[in-house]
């Protein structure tokens, strides 16, 4: 034994310097991806800055309408539409996609379930542009049909409900791969019904999961533009209905950034902003109510 | 070009592509064209999307004729073309529009036209439009089409181009509007995305691009071009300089080009070119009246 | 008996209605995809022949094929890749089995992750063009665009793997804890080859993000439709020659359609790649 | 610095002692001032009622606990008279020294012989060889040793490089033992590692136990007090007082059984006789 010693000493020592240099490089990368936040930040409020200083904050919510060639700034109306598209959006795709990844991880038969996941991956690569485009030539004419002009608050919620459906489709079909099979087989020991198993035990469970699913699906809404641009009709005003036009504040980017210069084009980067703010709130709203979560989870670990 | 970073590009490059396990082949040293003009280098322009595919199709043959220049064609708006001219990130800019009295410091080479068309569903009835029905409908005191003699029992859908487009800056000027007044229910972007839009919606009057109406029409899309005074659009009338709504597309530059960039300028304006005009849905501009088309 | 009786009835209705939305959610999915695939399908396969594959476009696109866009996408999707994996996975690792020493940290980026995946393409398109193109000097180039890329695929990448390294059982962690191994050892020796369908799961996600982006690439990879010589040359992306093909080029749609459809052959084809080098590599290990 | 002298020093110092070891999640305080001496290569079984901090005690005594959000123990450990509570220990290589076997058993999704060769290698416990082929040997003979140690090589000997997971429940908890076996520790702590085995099974790893006894000190947790009673030396009884654990007697088996002090005790034993 006495001779293993050396060895033994040296593959300690190695071990320590891995997981050293294992542990500093982790959170050099880690910090990476917060300075690229940074930098993303300080990149649009340099852009946004000429705007903010000359014409202040508060007008790009006082102002009535969207002219910025002829002096009004108003991005409510657009706030509104980014807000009501992704909303809407992230309310038809999440009930869609936890019953497409219920179907996936619990309770289709595996005939079906393979190609269906194929097609949810390949939902997710489709790119934006197909997506507008059929939504401008099909799903707007029908829409045009019920009721005028067809590009609408309606199309663009259904063109991106389909559009984030694979990101929270997948995520979700991952955070119920978690689930410890205990958890299915106490639920079927006790002869608990599909609907008592999934609200009272699956779900509540998957919760954390699920949730960063949701999150990172109306992230991905929230920031779309080329379906938006091509199925929302553009026009900048608060919508009455379903079938009138909005802009989102990505559009208002893609759709004027190509022809905007000076003082136009700073103001475009304030909505650009003011997107970031948005994000920025569902995000600390998201962790808010993530953390309640967590806490009520860690007193059950607890009790154990 | 860029001579500051070309060591740093190529040895990036080179480390990325090793990566990669792909070899990078440096470019090898300058040789003598056929004609004897040694033209060599990078040429980049930036600019607006209506003028890049024209550009491209410039630069290919332009390549062809020296084969030591690259022309390379980035897109991003009229905007980003001046921008990118002014801070020297590209030799050349594309502009869809004519430059303002404040776009002084640069000069424009106009290399075509291209005219502008109001548009209807083909199913639309509605043959003509005088240009006060026009301003009536675009300002939103025409709403429905049984308000305009032949026009069917249906709601107007008001097609209009997004702010700063040069499309609606000609659009406007022609009409004397104001943006602000105009009410519509549906702002597009791309001209594909005005004639899909149109072709999609029996109701709809829009305004795009003639060559690129002419083109959709050609290939059987229910989509018709109305006259303007009078004039019917199409490239011909345009041509002929009878069609008043037009605008013009330009090269810009600021100060003294190198000489591959000049050489290049020449040739986007030489007749050597208009087949590759005609041929994206623009008029060349030798032939086309040189002065103002709007009143 | 008729009073115990009822609660059970409104749960075998619940888990009636429960398969039947399941059903119907698997059929309306499948036939709004095969509704969109089907309408690129009719326009696009008339169009796709060897000679698309392999020629270079002409006449802005509406005639020869899409070689070059083929080649440039490849090759931004290999940078950003080699780019998003390392950082992706390490960012990962770091948020699922640091969560002790590094809690700050963690939530931190977390936070910027979340942050970041709500950021709209076009901003990451026009940061990509200050930063990478000009700051770091990169020009128009697929290294510049496949930067941006991995910048923007990294949310997704992060936190689909993050959820594939917590479903794998803290009994191994903890089996592991208890020999004494080195951090390393148990990370790449045990949790890693154990979390291969959560990061599979990522890197698809990852991959279809990427190959379907185009505003971040407008200002970045550029537009340029030769083959790229090196990868500080401009090179236009597929999802960008479909873009322009179809709102830029009058007469351009049925291109684009193939070029759509093209596409997604790459994307089906690189999934099952990666799903059977993942699934390899977690046998062999 | 290993096993050389463990059988000497059993009267005269305990090989691992706690002294008044607290240990809390957050506010919540799992168990207090519980100081335990183990003497060396005895067998030492914690019974007690659930939720009486058994489990957590076991947890400090190779720092497991530091992988639990918000645990704090305080106190001290002493093991051959260091504190290893202090920072400055090496975690790598205490737990090496101090083997753990957990409830259910956790092979790693490896095959058998992986399971066995990853900490063999990781520790450096073979001496490097002068050909690739002679150090595979030598780990083939630890491994062979180790695996007729807890009576598995016959079972297992002609599916080395296949799953671990394909063994049945009672294998994979002796494959376990084996495991932590091979790094020659000096201490196995068992969380009530027969609790997942079928009788038979269970018969098998406690036969193990008792064979190992002479040369290995263990601490086991049961909640079998027949079991306790067939192998443990010494026996520990934890109860919850004011939603604290506490150890509330220690004594050897027949005294714990036959004369017990605390009135508990007497309670708990007694229900386990019945």
Same mark, same amino acid.
């Given at each position: 034994?006495?001779?293993?010693?050396?060895?033994?000493?040296?593959?300690?020592?190695?071990?320590?310097?891995r997981d050293r240099i294992l542990r500093h490089s982790l959170r050099l990368l880690g910090s990476i991806t917060g300075l690229l936040v940074l930098l993303i930040?300080?990149?649009?409020?340099?852009?946004?800055?000429?705007?903010? #200083?000359?014409?202040?904050?508060?007008?790009?919510?006082?102002?009535?309408?969207?002219?910025?060639?002829?002096?009004?700034?108003?991005?409510?109306?657009?706030?509104?539409?980014?807000?009501?598209?992704?909303?809407?959006?992230?309310?038809?795709?999440?009930?869609?996609?936890?019953?497409?990844?219920?179907?996936?991880?619990?309770?289709?038969?595996?005939?079906?379930?393979?190609?269906?996941?194929?097609?949810?991956?390949?939902?997710?690569?489709?790119?934006?542009?197909?997506?507008?485009?059929?939504?401008?030539?099909?799903?707007?004419?029908?829409?045009?049909?019920?009721?005028?002009?067809?590009?609408?608050?309606?199309?663009?919620?259904?063109?991106?409900?389909?559009?984030?459906?694979?990101?929270?489709?997948?995520?979700?079909?991952?955070?119920?791969?978690?689930?410890?099979?205990?958890?299915?087989?106490?639920?079927?020991?006790?002869?608990?019904?599909?609907?008592?198993?999934?609200? /009272?035990?699956? &779900?509540?469970?998957?919760?954390?999961?699920?949730?960063?699913?949701?999150?990172?699906?109306?992230?991905?809404?929230?920031?779309?533009?080329?379906?938006?641009?091509?199925?929302?009709?553009?026009?900048?005003?608060?919508?009455?209905?379903?079938?009138?036009?909005?802009?989102?504040?990505?559009?208002?980017?893609?759709?004027?950034?190509?022809?905007?210069?000076?003082?136009?084009?700073?103001?475009?980067?304030?909505?650009?902003?003011?997107?970031?703010?948005?994000?920025?709130?569902?995000?600390?709203?998201?962790?808010?109510?993530?953390?309640?979560?967590?806490?009520?989870?860690?007193?059950?670990?607890?009790?154990? | !070009?860029?001579?500051?970073?070309?060591?740093?590009?190529?040895?990036?490059?080179?480390?990325?592509?090793?990566?990669?396990? %792909?070899?990078?082949?440096?470019?090898?040293?300058?040789?003598?064209?056929?004609?004897?003009?040694?033209?060599?280098?990078?040429? @980049?322009?930036?600019?607006?999307?209506?003028?890049?595919?024209?550009?491209?199709?410039?630069?290919?043959?332009?390549?062809?004729?020296?084969?030591?220049?690259?022309?390379?064609?980035?897109?991003?708006?009229?905007?980003?073309?001046?921008?990118?001219? /002014?801070?020297?990130?590209?030799?050349? +800019?594309?502009?869809?529009?004519? %430059?303002?009295?404040?776009?002084?410091?640069?000069?424009?080479?106009?290399?075509?036209?291209? +005219?502008?068309?109001?548009?209807?569903?083909?199913?639309?009835?509605?043959?003509?439009?005088?240009?006060?029905?026009?301003?009536?409908?675009?300002?939103?005191?025409?709403?429905? $089409?049984?308000?305009?003699?032949?026009?069917?029992?249906?709601?107007?859908?008001?097609?209009?181009?997004?702010?700063?487009?040069?499309?609606?800056?000609?659009?406007?000027?022609?009409?004397?509007?104001?943006?602000?007044?105009?009410?519509?229910?549906?702002?597009?972007?791309?001209?594909?995305?005005?004639?899909?839009?149109?072709?999609?919606?029996?109701?709809?009057?829009?305004?795009?691009?003639?060559?690129?109406?002419?083109?959709?029409?050609?290939?059987?899309?229910?989509?018709?071009?109305?006259?303007?005074?009078? @004039?019917?659009?199409?490239?011909?009338? &345009?041509?002929?300089?009878?069609?008043?709504?037009?605008?013009?597309?330009?090269?810009?530059?600021?100060?003294?080009?190198?000489?591959?960039?000049?050489?290049?300028? #020449?040739?986007?304006?030489?007749?050597?070119?208009?087949?590759?005009?005609?041929?994206?849905?623009?008029?060349?501009?030798?032939?086309?009246?040189?002065?103002?088309?709007?009143? | 008996?008729?009073?115990?009786?009822?609660?059970?009835?409104?749960?075998?209705?619940?888990?009636?209605?429960?398969?039947?939305?399941?059903?119907?959610?698997?059929?309306?999915?499948?036939?709004?995809?095969?509704?969109?695939?089907?309408?690129?399908?009719?326009?696009?396969?008339?169009?796709?022949?060897?000679?698309?594959?392999?020629?270079?476009?002409?006449?802005?696109?509406?005639?020869?094929?899409?070689?070059?866009?083929?080649?440039?996408?490849?090759?931004?999707?290999?940078v950003c890749l080699a780019i998003a994996l390392p950082l992706g996975l390490g960012t990962a690792l770091l948020l699922a089995e640091f969560t002790?020493t590094d809690q700050r940290l963690g939530r931190l980026v977390r936070r910027s992750l979340d942050f970041l995946a709500?950021?709209?393409?076009?901003?990451?398109?026009?940061?990509?063009?200050?930063?990478?193109?000009?700051?770091?000097?990169?020009?128009?180039?697929?290294?510049?665009?496949g930067l941006?890329l991995a910048c923007m695929v990294l949310p997704l990448l992060i936190r689909t793997t993050e959820?594939g390294l917590?479903?794998?059982?803290?009994?191994? /962690?903890?089996?592991?804890?208890?020999? +004494?191994?080195?951090q390393t050892?148990?990370l790449f020796?045990?949790i890693l080859?154990?979390a291969?369908?959560?990061l599979?799961?990522g890197l698809?996600?990852g991959?279809?993000?990427?190959?379907?982006?185009?505003?971040? &690439?407008?200002?970045?990879?550029?537009?340029?439709?030769?083959?790229?010589?090196?990868?500080?040359?401009?090179?236009?992306?597929?999802?960008?020659?479909?873009?322009?093909?179809?709102?830029?080029?009058?007469?351009?749609?049925?291109?684009?359609?193939?070029?759509?459809?093209?596409?997604?052959?790459?994307?089906?084809?690189?999934?099952?790649?990666?799903?059977?080098?993942? =699934?390899?590599?977690?046998?062999?290990? | !610095?290993?096993?050389?002298?463990?059988?000497?020093?059993?009267?005269? =110092?305990?090989?691992?002692?706690?002294?008044?070891?607290?240990?809390?999640?957050?506010?919540?305080?799992?168990?207090?001032?519980?100081?335990?001496?183990?003497?060396?290569?005895?067998?030492?079984?914690? @019974?007690?009622?659930?939720?009486?901090?058994?489990?957590?005690?076991?947890?400090?005594?190779?720092? !497991?606990?530091?992988?639990?959000?918000?645990?704090?123990?305080?106190?001290?450990?002493?093991?051959?008279?260091?504190?290893?509570?202090?920072?400055?220990?090496?975690?790598?290589?205490?737990?090496?020294?101090?083997?753990?076997?957990?409830?259910?058993?956790?092979?790693?999704?490896?095959?058998? $012989?992986?399971?066995?060769?990853?900490?063999?290698?990781?520790?450096?416990?073979?001496?490097?060889?002068?050909?690739?082929?002679?150090?595979?040997?030598?780990?083939? =003979?630890?491994?062979?040793? @180790?695996? /007729?140690?807890?009576?598995? $090589?016959?079972?297992?000997?002609?599916?080395?490089?296949?799953?671990?997971?394909?063994?049945?429940?009672?294998?994979?908890?002796? %494959?376990?033992?084996?495991?932590?076996?091979?790094?020659?520790?000096?201490?196995?702590? &068992?969380?009530?590692?027969?609790?997942? %085995?079928?009788?038979?099974?269970?018969?098998?790893?406690?036969?193990?136990?008792?064979?190992?006894?002479?040369?290995?000190? *263990?601490?086991?947790?049961?909640?079998?007090?027949?079991?306790?009673?067939?192998?443990?030396?010494?026996?520990?009884?934890? $109860?919850?007082? *004011?939603?604290?654990? *506490?150890?509330?007697?220690?004594?050897?088996?027949?005294?714990?059984?036959?004369?017990?002090?605390?009135?508990?005790?007497?309670?708990?034993?007694?229900?386990?006789?019945?």
């Amino acid at each position: 034994m006495q001779t293993f010693e050396m060895s033994q000493l040296s593959s300690l020592r190695r071990a320590h310097r891995r997981d050293r240099i294992l542990r500093h490089s982790l959170r050099l990368l880690g910090s990476i991806t917060g300075l690229l936040v940074l930098l993303i930040t300080l990149f649009v409020l340099q852009e946004a800055w000429p705007a903010l #200083q000359n014409l202040g904050f508060i007008r790009f919510w006082t102002d009535g309408s969207w002219h910025p060639l002829e002096g009004s700034f108003g991005l409510m109306p657009m706030v509104l539409g980014s807000g009501l598209i992704a909303l809407g959006a992230t309310a038809i795709a999440t009930p869609l996609g936890l019953l497409s990844a219920l179907f996936c991880q619990c309770y289709g038969p595996p005939l079906l379930v393979v190609p269906y996941r194929r097609l949810l991956e390949l939902l997710a690569g489709i790119p934006s542009v197909v997506y507008g485009f059929w939504g401008l030539v099909v799903l707007v004419p029908q829409i045009n049909r019920l009721h005028p002009p067809g590009q609408s608050l309606l199309a663009g919620t259904l063109i991106l409900s389909l559009m984030i459906l694979p990101t929270v489709a997948l995520l979700a079909i991952a955070s119920l791969a978690q689930i410890p099979s205990s958890y299915w087989q106490g639920a079927a020991a006790l002869s608990l019904s599909r609907w008592t198993t999934l609200t /009272r035990i699956i &779900l509540p469970s998957a919760r954390s999961g699920l949730f960063t699913a949701v999150v990172l699906a109306t992230g991905r809404a929230l920031g779309e533009t080329m379906a938006v641009l091509m199925v929302c009709g553009n026009v900048v005003q608060v919508p009455s209905s379903v079938f009138d036009p909005v802009r989102s504040l990505t559009a208002n980017i893609a759709l004027e950034m190509a022809y905007a210069t000076g003082d136009h084009r700073a103001v475009l980067f304030v909505s650009g902003l003011v997107l970031l703010a948005i994000v920025a709130g569902l995000v600390v709203m998201a962790e808010g109510i993530s953390n309640q979560g967590m806490s009520s989870e860690s007193v059950i670990v607890h009790e154990r | !070009m860029k001579k500051i970073s070309t060591i740093r590009q190529y040895s990036l490059g080179t480390v990325a592509f090793l990566m990669l396990g %792909l070899t990078a082949c440096a470019k090898p040293p300058q040789a003598a064209n056929s004609e004897g003009i040694k033209l060599q280098g990078n040429i @980049v322009l930036t600019g607006s999307s209506t003028v890049a595919p024209l550009a491209i199709e410039m630069g290919k043959r332009f390549e062809e004729q020296h084969p030591q220049v690259r022309v390379d064609v980035q897109t991003g708006g009229s905007s980003r073309g001046l921008a990118d001219t /002014r801070n020297g990130s590209a030799d050349i +800019g594309m502009v869809s529009r004519s %430059l303002k009295p404040e776009e002084g410091d640069l000069t424009a080479h106009a290399i075509a036209r291209d +005219g502008i068309a109001i548009i209807l569903h083909s199913e639309n009835p509605v043959a003509e439009l005088s240009p006060e029905q026009v301003v009536d409908i675009y300002q939103g005191q025409l709403t429905q $089409w049984s308000d305009v003699a032949g026009g069917p029992t249906s709601p107007i859908t008001v097609v209009n181009k997004a702010e700063g487009r040069s499309t609606l800056d000609v659009f406007l000027k022609h009409f004397d509007l104001k943006n602000s007044e105009i009410q519509a229910q549906v702002i597009i972007g791309d001209n594909e995305q005005g004639i899909k839009t149109v072709t999609g919606n029996p109701n709809a009057i829009g305004y795009v691009s003639i060559g690129a109406a002419e083109h959709s029409i050609g290939r059987g899309e229910p989509l018709k071009m109305l006259p303007l005074d009078g @004039v019917s659009p199409s490239t011909t009338t &345009l041509q002929d300089g009878t069609f008043p709504l037009a605008r013009t597309l330009n090269l810009v530059t600021q100060g003294a080009s190198e000489p591959t960039a000049q050489a290049f300028l #020449q040739f986007a304006q030489s007749p050597q070119v208009q087949d590759l005009i005609e041929q994206q849905n623009f008029v060349p501009i030798e032939s086309a009246p040189l002065a103002p088309s709007t009143p | 008996m008729s009073i115990s009786q009822r609660p059970g009835l409104t749960v075998t209705a619940l888990d009636r209605l429960l398969g039947f939305a399941m059903a119907a959610t698997v059929i309306a999915v499948g036939l709004g995809f095969c509704w969109i695939l089907g309408a690129i399908v009719a326009q696009g396969l008339g169009q796709i022949s060897l000679a698309f594959l392999l020629a270079e476009p002409s006449n802005a696109g509406r005639e020869g094929g899409i070689a070059p866009m083929l080649v440039s996408t490849l090759l931004i999707l290999g940078v950003c890749l080699a780019i998003a994996l390392p950082l992706g996975l390490g960012t990962a690792l770091l948020l699922a089995e640091f969560t002790i020493t590094d809690q700050r940290l963690g939530r931190l980026v977390r936070r910027s992750l979340d942050f970041l995946a709500g950021v709209p393409s076009i901003v990451f398109g026009l940061f990509g063009n200050a930063f990478f193109s000009q700051v770091l000097g990169l020009g128009f180039s697929i290294l510049s665009g496949g930067l941006t890329l991995a910048c923007m695929v990294l949310p997704l990448l992060i936190r689909t793997t993050e959820e594939g390294l917590r479903a794998v059982p803290p009994s191994y /962690r903890q089996g592991a804890a208890a020999l +004494g191994l080195s951090q390393t050892t148990t990370l790449f020796k045990i949790i890693l080859p154990a979390a291969v369908p959560g990061l599979i799961a990522g890197l698809v996600l990852g991959m279809g993000r990427a190959l379907a982006e185009t505003a971040a &690439l407008i200002f970045t990879s550029g537009y340029v439709d030769r083959f790229p010589r090196s990868l500080m040359d401009s090179g236009r992306a597929l999802s960008i020659h479909i873009f322009d093909l179809s709102m830029n080029i009058p007469g351009g749609d049925a291109r684009a359609a193939a070029s759509a459809l093209v596409l997604l052959t790459l994307l089906l084809l690189l999934n099952l790649l990666a799903g059977a080098l993942a =699934q390899r590599w977690a046998n062999s290990s | !610095m290993t096993t050389m002298m463990s059988a000497a020093t059993t009267c005269t =110092q305990p090989l691992l002692e706690a002294k008044h070891l607290q240990l809390s999640y957050g506010q919540q305080v799992a168990f207090h001032d519980v100081s335990l001496p183990i003497a060396s290569g005895e067998i030492m079984a914690i @019974v007690g009622p659930s939720g009486c901090g058994k489990s957590s005690f076991l947890s400090c005594l190779n720092r !497991m606990s530091d992988l639990v959000p918000h645990c704090h123990v305080q106190g001290e450990i002493h093991f051959n008279g260091t504190n290893i509570l202090s920072p400055r220990t090496d975690t790598l290589l205490l737990r090496r020294r101090i083997g753990m076997i957990f409830q259910k058993p956790n092979p790693f999704p490896l095959s058998v $012989w992986e399971n066995l060769a990853l900490p063999l290698r990781e520790h450096g416990l073979v001496k490097s060889q002068t050909s690739r082929r002679a150090f595979r040997q030598a780990i083939h =003979q630890a491994i062979e040793a @180790v695996l /007729r140690d807890v009576g598995l $090589w016959e079972e297992v000997k002609n599916r080395l490089h296949s799953s671990a997971l394909a063994l049945s429940g009672g294998q994979q908890q002796r %494959l376990c033992i084996a495991r932590a076996l091979i790094l020659q520790p000096e201490v196995l702590l &068992l969380d009530e590692p027969c609790s997942a %085995l079928d009788p038979l099974a269970s018969a098998v790893v406690e036969e193990l136990m008792l064979r190992l006894r002479p040369r290995y000190t *263990q601490v086991v947790i049961t909640h079998n007090l027949a079991q306790a009673k067939r192998i443990a030396d010494r026996i520990a009884v934890f $109860w919850v007082q *004011q939603h604290k654990g *506490q150890l509330i007697e220690v004594g050897s088996t027949q005294q714990i059984f036959n004369a017990p002090t605390h009135e508990l005790t007497a309670a708990y034993v007694s229900g386990g006789k019945g």
